[in-house]
T-cell receptor
Framework: QQQVKQSPQSLIVQKGGIPIINCAYE??????FPWYQQFPGKGPALLIA?????SEKKEGRFTISFNKSAKQFSLHIMDSQPGDSATYFC?????????????FGEGTQLTVNP | GAVVSQHPSRVICKSGTSVKIECRSL??????MFWYRQFPKQSLMLMAT?????????EQGVEKDKFLINHASLTLSTLTVTSAHPEDSSFYIC???????????FGSGTRLTVV
């Protein structure tokens, strides 16, 4: 019940394309869903996060879509750039989960070709 | 925003020695700190959760005598890898809880290589 399933494992798009990364969860106690971007040799950095009371959130070129009934959420990157090439992780947490720990998805390696 | 400073960024040590990794919260008090381990092309694996002034809570399968965590102050948490072996070589990352329930700021990570 603590798992967060992420797909695809890797993704290649052309510059300007809109990569979409999907995540699904089981634990209905989760109520915080962040996305992180990680470059090689660096720690993860928060991109955007959503709570389950909204179905969509936009911050700049990044959009989260959230489907509470399906227990799924996704990240869309508009007008992708080569500098967006990185590993992206979805995650989930909740005040009811032990110690507010984050449960991470498996990660998606995104490559944006020039 | 909240910043967590993690040092060193890279360390190479000989097998059998101990290595200490420090994480400091800058401009905020970190009552809860998380320590992760990440292998190449894999996700972050939670090793332990530490609360200031309390003993750390370790995840199943993580040897608490090998990975010593100290969270003696609200701005400093340390992870000491004792008697390191080549299989302990990995990327170690700390994260501080910045809100009461949510908000996580990650350190920049430490690449540990045991030779």
């Amino acid at each position: 019940q603590q798992q967060v399933k992420q797909s695809p494992q890797s993704l290649i798009v052309q510059k300007g394309g809109i990569p979409i990364i999907n995540c699904a969860y089981e634990n209905t106690a989760f109520d915080y869903f962040p996305w992180y971007q990680q470059f090689p040799g660096k720690g993860p950095a928060l991109l955007i996060a959503i709570r389950p009371d909204v179905s969509e959130k936009k911050e700049g070129r990044f959009t989260i879509s959230f489907n509470k009934s399906a227990k799924q959420f996704s990240l869309h990157i508009m007008d992708s750039q080569p500098g967006d090439s990185a590993t992206y992780f979805c995650a989930a947490s909740g005040r009811e989960t032990s110690g507010s720990r984050l449960t991470f998805g498996e990660g998606t390696q995104l490559t944006v070709n020039p | 925003g909240a910043v967590v400073s993690q040092h060193p960024s890279r360390v190479i040590c000989k097998s059998g020695t101990s290595v200490k990794i420090e994480c400091r919260s800058l401009d905020f008090q970190a009552t809860t700190m998380f320590w992760y381990r990440q292998f190449p092309k894999q996700s972050l694996m939670l090793m332990a959760t530490s609360n200031e002034g309390s003993k750390a809570t370790y995840e199943q399968g993580v040897e608490k005598d090998k990975f010593l965590i100290n969270h003696a102050s609200l701005t400093l948490s340390t992870l000491t890898v004792t008697s390191a072996h080549p299989e302990d070589s990995s990327f170690y990352i700390c994260s501080a809880l910045t809100g009461k329930y949510y908000g996580y700021t990650f350190g920049s990570g430490t690449r540990l290589t045991v030779v």
